[in-house]
């Protein structure tokens, strides 16, 4: 049966209200629900849909239970917006939390159990009729992706998730690069520290690269230099720095040199050559 | 460290109001400790408590006491006894002192003199106490069931050490299991309409009992949305998990939650958090503030009728959601505060963009204030509705805009300074009339004061790490972290315990203290006028869903959707 | 004034910083397991098979609260967040991605390890070059604990027969 509109009628079990700000966000004007025919409906024998937010409490789960029955019985569609309708979210295996016994509560299943469904299962071996259950996963899922979800209800777009299955098929790579692998994951390391975990990458790609063009501690300094020179974020300056000295400190604690890899021509060295006083350049 | 920072924290006046209790109480303190900088646990046996606690909280000079959140914990494995722990801090910027009255209780007489009779602030969590942990509060007004599920069985504690977080005991839905609501006041006969009701569909459940329009008293059942937080924190989450799921405890104020929990475990474990991490939180801490006033205020005026004010006030409020969005990665579960500091920097382009949207929002706020507060519909329909006396608010021990409304002079920001606070200069503003127009003027004056704050962090944001290293937390040390979310205070109780867990963690939400005050607050206003009340008390959303109204002359009893009762307090406008 | 913005029905991209769901690149992944010890929601699983020696990594991303925990703490960045949030479906197996990968096996004893033949090779990689004798190492390193220890034992009986000898 295609629906042109659809009236929803809202039902919490037990949410903490984020997925339930999102929503109602969604009938303000910038997203605008209402032209893809969605109306919030004042009780449940008016709609066609109920939309479930919550990890499905047991204090809420009898009379969420009524509300579904409450329904008129066709089509029934439960839309389970967020993670904890879609599958229990955080608190999944908390003890006021629903969970039919098949499901367990300390299990190692996939798809993960939890939510909205219990509920819809346990209705189903009662026999009544309950329509399909659109899962809208987020926490909480932007009013974009709501909907998306009603949108995807409604036949108007197309699905786009699919799962996946992968094996060693799929092949390994290890990937090589200009500074020692425990080293780089130091450097990674200490960079959570100074500007998260967030910009840590691509600062020190960045880093990296100057690195591979550097022949010396001296020139790495000069290039680290005319990289914060032509960029305008201090934080990311800051961040170069404090690479530039632990990457100095770390290299001469081990107090060798470090040969370059034969096999890898874009990099002269994987690392600096540190002299034998000590003295590896600027601190 | 501002000068008015500086007095607060003083330690001559901290130790003026310890050294007085101690003084007063001599012969019956069996120890006293200084667990963090500024709290104290004083432990006293069982017998003593209504005393102790009276004297703390009445005492004449001392101002704005308060009870800030009250603990039971199973501390069987360490010390053999069950333990309860009375939070109350002195505020009023008059001193930064939280007092934690202990007492342990042993397993074969788990009873304890209730604190209720004398300070009924402490009404709900005696109840909790009873539910979760079996420990009985005698002379309690109403002890009834509070806070686990009605199919939960009696005798069954959950928060105890010997349950497992997963177990989940049911027992049979009967007649007996039902319940208790009050007796509606006499004269009248009650339809029972139990919690199974066709069109009752969940979270918080309230009995108008009225006279005609008039409201007479009120009666409800919560705590639809128990989840078993504590104990899931307690077992199944390390220190840097449970920050997640403090963030989802509430839909609005998640990062108040989860700073005030990290600034309990930094205290307990005596973390140090960089100068920088504290402005980046104080930062979000505001922007939360922001957006949560301008939902508020947006729904108050929805529910007056004035829909153009409440479109004016979203429009405004997305701008800080898309904000947000842009700064931690999503609109409402910033992820940003860890133990130690923060996950995300504030890099340059990102700071601009705060000064730019908080120097849009202060002018599109201001135009909207003017036109609001010039509506005469909104003005005449909030004045003198919903009032709180000073004493009421006081006694309930309200925090927030409902109790600053009326005339409570207390902010956790400004009596207790934590993250950046401490740096910056603010105001708080304080209403007398306690009314709904008062509370929706503070929400306004704070979201200017909360622009002004954002804009002096980002002006003095120091250099340096963003989080702290540290290694290991000792267990069983306790402490209590607290801030100041949209709503009120908010209050987190920590044990740390082995393994990188928590021993005991209690939340306390800022509406946990609101609520009980509300039937005060609604007594003889009109039916048409709840939903406004309760709004301006800005509980967690979906509180307000359903509302049962009972005519205590017919003894007819009408169910009213969130809409119908909407409706009605819209019309209710076209009178003024 | 149009505000409303035309979406769904015209593409829309998340802004650059937005946490949208994870992804597990399975070419770096190598089954050690940290993001499944991150995870506060448990929808990353790490389920070992010794009979048939694999481990599968499994994420669920409709139990993915998005906190980006697993982000951090993958040592190979396999598994990061992408900015997708269409993950709507009817289906819950569409949300669920597998990295199934071989665990090592001991060329002693025939054993299955409890680490992978990836993770080992990431250990050797992160090994530095210089500090240990590069050759024992890679002949312990391949075997399980227990034939490791086995061969310590037996080294150390041989060289103190050397010695009485």
Known sequence: MRLRSLYVFHLDTGACNGCEIELFDILTPYYDAERLGVRLAASPRHAH???????????????????IKAMPP???????????????????????????????????????????????????????????????????PRPEEILYGVALALGLVEKQVK???????????????????????????????????????????????????????????????????????????????????????????????????????????????????GDAGPR | MKEWARKITDEKVRERYVNEVIERFRDKIIRVERNADNQWIIEIRKEDLPEVIGYIINHPEWKETQLSTMVGADERPLRGKFSLIYWISINGASGDVFFGIKTYISEDDPKFPSVTPIHPGANWYEREVKDLLGLIPEGHPDPRRLVLPDDWPEGVYPLRKDFHYTDSPRREFTDETKYPYREPPKGTAVFPLGPYHVALDEPGHFRLYVKGEEIVDVDYRLFYQHRGIEKIGENRLT??????????????????????????????????????????????????????HLLNLGLACHDVGFDKGFMDAFRLREHVMWLAERLTGNRKTYGMVVIGGVRRDFLEYRRSMIEKVIRELREGFQKWADQTLSTKTFVK??????????????????????????????????DHPFAAYKYLDFKVPVYKEGDVLARCLVRAEEILESIWIIEQALDEMPGGDILAEWKEIPPYQEAVGFTEAPRGEDVHYVMTGEGNRLYRWRIRASTYNNFPALPDAMRGNSVADAVLIIASMDPCYSCTERVQVVDARSGKVRVLTEKELTELSRKASRGV | MAVTLKYPFVKIEAP??????????????????????????????????????????????????????????????AIRMTRNFEVATLDRKDHVEVVELRLHRCPNCGNYTDYTERALEKALQILPEGLFDGDEIRKRAILCRNCRRKLTVDDAVEASREVVE
């Open chain 1, 163 to 277: 799962g996946e299955y992968y094996t060693e098929e799929v092949g390994f790579e290890l990937p090589e690069y200009p500074i020692e692998e425990r080293i780089r994951l130091s450097l990674r390391e200490r960079l959570k520290y100074v500007v998260g975990y967030f910009d840590r990458e691509r600062i020190l790609e960045d880093f990296m690269e100057l690195v591979a063009k550097a022949k010396s501690a001296e020139e790495l300094h000069g290039l680290i230099q005319g990289y914060c020179l032509k960029n305008p974020e201090p934080r990311v300056s800051l961040a170069m720095r404090v690479l530039e000295r632990e990457f100095l400190r770390l290299n001469e604690k081990y107090g060798w040199e470090v040969k370059g890899s034969a096999e890898a021509p874009q990099s002269e060295v994987r690392g600096l050559q540190v002299s034998a006083d």
């Open chain 1, 49 to 67: 849909a109920m939309a479930a937010t919550g990890p499905l409490t047991r204090q809420a789960y009898y009379a969420a239970k009524e509300a």
């Open chain 3, 16 to 77: 650059p910083e937005y946490r949208g769901v994870p992804h597990i690149n399975p070419r770096l992944c190598i089954g050690c397991g940290a993001c499944v010890n991150a995870c506060p929601a448990d929808a990353l699983l790490r389920i070992d098979d010794y009979e048939r020696g694999t481990r599968k990594i499994v994420l669920d991303v409709g139990r993915c609260i998005r906190c980006a925990r697993c982000d951090e703490a993958c040592p190979t960045g």
């Open chain 2, 239 to 292: 220190y840097d998990q449970v920050n997640f799921i403090a963030e989802r405890i509430c839909g609005i104020c998640g990062t108040a939650h989860a700073l005030a929990y990290a600034q309990a475990v930094e205290a307990a474990g005596d973390v140090e958090v960089p100068e920088r991490a504290e402005y980046i939180r104080t930062v979000m801490a505001e922007i939360e503030r922001l957006h949560s």
């Open chain 2, 381 to 414: 329909r909030c004045e003198g509705v919903g009032v709180l006396s000073y004493k009421d608010a006081k006694r309930w021990s309200s925090v927030g805009p409902w109790a600053r409304g009326s005339g409570r002079d207390f902010d956790a920001r400004r």
């Open chain 1, 74 to 140: 066709k089509p029934r569609i439960i839309v389970a917006i967020g993670t904890c309708a879609c599958s229990g979210g955080i608190f999944y295996n908390g003890y006021p939390i629903y969970r039919r016994p098949e499901s367990g509560r300390e299990g190692q299943e996939y798809p993960r159990r939890g939510g909205i469904f219990e509920l819809v299962q346990d209705l189903r071996d009662e026999g009544e009729y309950v329509g399909p259950v659109v899962y809208i996963p987020g926490c909480p």
